[in-house]
């Protein structure tokens, strides 16, 4: 190579490799000697311009923003091409992103700063290739380059007067050396600082915030977010096949990210967390369940920062999945009123992770005034969903009867077959019910059958009642009530859902005169009608105060989210126990506890998260709590006080309702008084007679029953009905009062539950 090209490519390579700009992204709450060594190793590179480190905003353990800036302006003390500068984003990752979207110029080179190993080169080679030109956020003229730090190596404690010596380096160590106040211990995590009073200057800091025990929520630095992209990667097909089983809503929220992705449009912080909140469900659903914990903003991230995610949107994906003008001709009545047999399970509110406490506060208020969007009674009968294929009657039990086209669907004769193990006057109220149907549903013409019906693929989804059968709620009526019909596809999924159809149903069988068969009566479940109840004020007071008790207790906002309280419960229960065993548990294995316990999470499995527990005596109790069933009794303690909210306020609800179904609601009340008083003096008899002691289990199942229903209002709490479908802010929840502590004693001695 002659003197001129040497110099024209010595030129080229300069204009790369020298005046990068190294960002280092991270929480540093608080920075420890690790982060020191990092970026005092960036800065002895000669092509290095200058190190920016950007500090998260979100506070962890009592050290906020603030914290750290200050004791980076300690530990930088001497330093030139080091500087400090707040996160704009929540994820201190993406406002390395942002940071070049938004400052870099034309000329000018960047870099993420990282050691060269396992997942930190894994995050460095994504940030590049992201920046190139076929990248998502490649800009012109701005070259982004590979600079990991080679000479970057683990950090090892030395000198403690503890058993930490020859560990490598930790915050949580840090933390743990603060929370004792130990700072001969707190000078090992920075073992470059020499100057005493620059030490003690940094102790202080951190000294005078309070440590707190839990966490508000999962922390969005990388790790955590690389952590939760590759359990995302391992779901995501799953999570594509269940968006199209979706109803209109959520299949909107997902064209509106994928239509940004794809045409490179910049939505509000505002948009992003609606559109990540609107897809947790589905990501459940789909296996993703660290999505009940995520916030709606990270949601988006994670998916819109896949590649897998930015291939499928293809135009046979969006074709697959639907136009927003097809989803708009849904019926808006997507209602599903479903529980028990085919219908499914309907949720508590108290269940619903995505609820934030305004929600709740709403929700109080629109009951208590009989406000509420949607309410219909929920009937404690049998489930029966009904359709007609091919000129026979057929029902569904289970899901697998309602596929193909009610392919599996019962006739009255398969019924009988399958419902032999059953008591004659149960198994007779089904067949006598089937009867019924079969002879008022012959009487209606052919359009009528394929219009309420479409030959298998539409069900009615009914409760039976009659007097014979009847659980805990006395009805005294022998009736067929019709909550919808559900329309379902090849898999059986519920597709549409029609609440007007009973009623038009109803109106069919009265024209006909087939309304009232030989054993039923076949009605539409009318609509109940809610009032303000007597003492609005004084039940609100009650409920809110209980409320923000939850609230203060665990330091939530308004804004906060069900998933939150649960998180925050779990969090402090499980690092008080490990308290005990003197083990500080690190982040990563403290989330994945909580998911395990809190949520039911099955990643990773029990088996993989107990190796990850490095403290035998914490695993033993661990270990404990799961096979002995304490992780069940303590999901009863942790969801107790919200529990108790949503039942008084069914109490007080269904005590102001009018137009039960109930023929006379005063002898059914006696009647369900008198069959709650026997079962308790069985359960007591029985305890008697077997010996039992105060902790054995159907002692112990009575007080914890009986302490329920003696908090909402004790027997004079008891209605005559299960309690009420209602719908709040587009979803449906069930109030069911005092008659869940009553069904769990009743049912105990009934049915051996």
Request: proline content about 4%; overall charge neutral.
């Amino acid at each position: 190579m002659n003197g001129l090209a040497k110099f024209l490519v010595d030129s080229i390579l300069n204009e790369v490799e020298e005046g990068i700009t190294v960002m280092l992204p991270g929480g540093f709450k608080p920075p420890h000697e690790g982060h020191l060594m990092l970026a005092k190793g960036y800065e002895d590179m000669p092509q290095v311009k200058e190190v920016v480190i950007l500090v998260g905003p979100k506070e962890r353990d009592g050290i906020t923003l603030e914290d750290s800036e200050k004791i980076w302006e300690k530990l930088l003390a001497g330093t030139k091409k080091i500087r400090v500068e707040r996160s704009k984003y929540p994820s201190p990752l993406l406002t390395a992103y942002k940071y070049i979207e938004e400052k870099g110029q034309p000329g000018e080179s960047y870099a993420l700063g990282s050691s060269s190993k396992g997942s930190d080169y894994d995050r460095i080679r994504g940030f590049v290739d992201q920046h190139q030109d076929d990248g998502k956020y490649s800009k012109d003229g701005v070259s982004v380059v590979e600079l990991p730090l080679d000479k970057s190596k683990p950090l090892y404690y030395k000198g403690r007067t503890d058993d930490q010596n020859g560990k490598p380096t930790s915050a949580s160590q840090l933390r743990s050396d603060l929370a004792a106040q130990d700072f001969e211990n707190f000078k090992t995590n920075y073992p470059s600082i020499t100057s005493d009073q620059q030490l003690r200057d940094i102790f202080d800091i951190l000294s005078k915030k309070k440590i707190k025990e839990s966490h508000s929520q999962s922390t969005l630095d990388e790790a955590n977010l690389r952590k939760y992209y590759d359990a995302l990667k391992i779901t995501f097909k799953s999570f594509m096949d269940k968006l199209k089983q979706e109803g209109r809503e959520t299949k909107d929220a997902f064209l509106k990210m994928a239509s940004a992705i794809k045409d490179g449009k910049k939505l509000t912080k505002q948009e992003k967390t609606e559109i990540g909140d609107q897809l947790k469900d589905v990501l459940k659903l789909a296996g993703f369940t660290a999505a009940s914990v995520l916030p709606g903003g990270v949601i988006y991230l994670l998916l819109a920062r896949m590649p897998l995610f930015q291939k499928t949107l293809t135009p046979s994906a969006f074709q697959d999945i639907g136009t927003p003008e097809e989803f708009l001709a849904i019926s808006e009545s997507r209602t599903l009123l479903k529980e028990g047999g085919a219908a499914g399970h309907m949720a508590h509110p108290y269940e619903d992770m995505d609820m934030t406490f305004d929600d709740i506060e709403d929700m109080i208020e629109a009951a208590l005034t009989g406000k509420v969007e949607y309410a219909q009674e929920k009937l404690d009968g049998q489930n029966l969903m009904v359709t007609y294929k091919d000129g026979k009657v057929l029902s569904a039990r289970n899901k697998g009867q309602l596929k193909n086209s009610a392919e599996k669907a019962m006739t009255k004769n398969d019924m009988e077959k399958s419902m032999q193990h059953l008591p004659d006057n149960v198994r007779n109220a089904f067949l006598d019910a089937m009867q019924d149907m079969t002879d008022a549903i012959s009487k209606l013409d052919p359009t009528e059958k394929e219009e309420f019906f479409g030959n298998g693929t539409k069900f009615i989804n009914m409760e039976l009642l009659h007097p014979s059968s009847e659980n805990v709620a006395a009805y005294g009526v022998t009736q067929l009530r019709m909550h919808n019909v559900q329309e379902y596809d090849e898999s059986g999924n519920v597709v549409g859902s029609d609440s007007q159809a009973p009623t038009k149903i109803q109106q069919a069988l009265d024209r006909v005169e087939a309304s009232k068969q030989s054993t039923y009566e076949i009605r539409a479940t009318d609509l109940v009608n809610l009032k303000q109840t007597k003492d609005y004020e004084k039940q609100k007071e009650e409920l809110l105060k209980e409320l923000n008790n939850i609230r203060g207790k665990y330091q939530l906002t308004k804004g906060d989210k069900l998933g939150l309280y649960f998180q925050n419960y779990w969090s402090a229960f499980i690092k008080n126990n490990a308290k005990t065993y003197k083990y500080d548990v690190p982040d990563d294995v403290l989330q994945n506890i909580i998911n395990s316990c809190a949520f039911g999470s099955k990643d990773p499995n029990l088996r993989v998260l107990k190796k990850s527990i490095d403290n035998p005596e914490f695993l033993q109790w661990f270990s404990a709590m799961d096979k002995g069933g304490g992780v069940r009794d303590q999901k009863k303690i942790a969801v107790e006080p919200v529990e108790d909210i949503f039942l008084k306020l069914g109490v007080f609800v269904l005590k102001s309702l009018e137009g039960l179904v109930a023929i006379n609601p005063n002898d059914s009340i006696v009647k369900m008084k008198r069959e709650l008083a026997s079962s308790i003096e069985q359960l007591k008899t029985k305890a008697n007679n077997d010996k039992l002691q105060d902790d054995d289990a159907p002692l112990r199942f009575l007080k914890a029953q009986l302490k329920r229903l003696e908090k909402i209002g004790g027997f004079d709490a008891i209605v005559p009905s299960e309690g009420i479908v209602f719908k709040h802010k587009g979803k449906l929840y069930k109030l069911t009062g005092a008659f869940a502590p009553v069904n769990q004693i009743i049912g105990y001695i009934k049915f051996g539950r």
